[in-house]
Nanobody, 115 residues
Framework: QVQLAESGGGSVQPGGSLRLSCEGS????????IAWYRQPPGKEREMVAGISSGGTPRYSDSVKGRFTISRDNAKNTVFLQMNSLKPEDTAVYYCNARWTDHNIWGQGTQVTVSS
């Protein structure tokens, strides 16, 4: 079973960019479907992007065209490139890994978009 560690969050002005990283431990990371979720203040957690073990991405409508998810299995890392950030993207972003009955969460990283 993998463990996950997110990094790359921070504060940025509207229109700016950030790149989040999710690094996993273990030698079966490549088998996992990896997704990025976010939870804005006072709201429920939602999935914004996911990527299969084979590299097929999917996105929520709210981020399609602005966010790009990718993975480097050799480095056990999944990236979320976030461009054209908006204030409504402000949230804690979590990395999630799923494979068979494994459902693993990272600790989260804060993203704040504000002028």
């Amino acid at each position: 079973q993998v463990q996950l560690a997110e990094s790359g969050g921070g504060s940025v002005q509207p229109g700016g960019s950030l790149r989040l990283s999710c690094e996993g431990s273990g030698n079966i990371f490549s088998l996992y479907f990896i997704a990025w979720y976010r939870q804005p203040p006072g709201k429920e957690r939602e999935m914004v992007a996911g990527i299969s073990s084979g590299g097929t991405p999917r996105y929520s409508d709210s981020v399609k065209g602005r966010f790009t998810i990718s993975r480097d299995n050799a480095k056990n890392t999944v990236f979320l490139q976030m461009n054209s950030l908006k204030p409504e993207d402000t949230a804690v972003y979590y990395c999630n890994a799923r494979w068979t009955d494994h459902n693993i969460w990272g600790q989260g990283t804060q993203v704040t978009v504000s002028s």
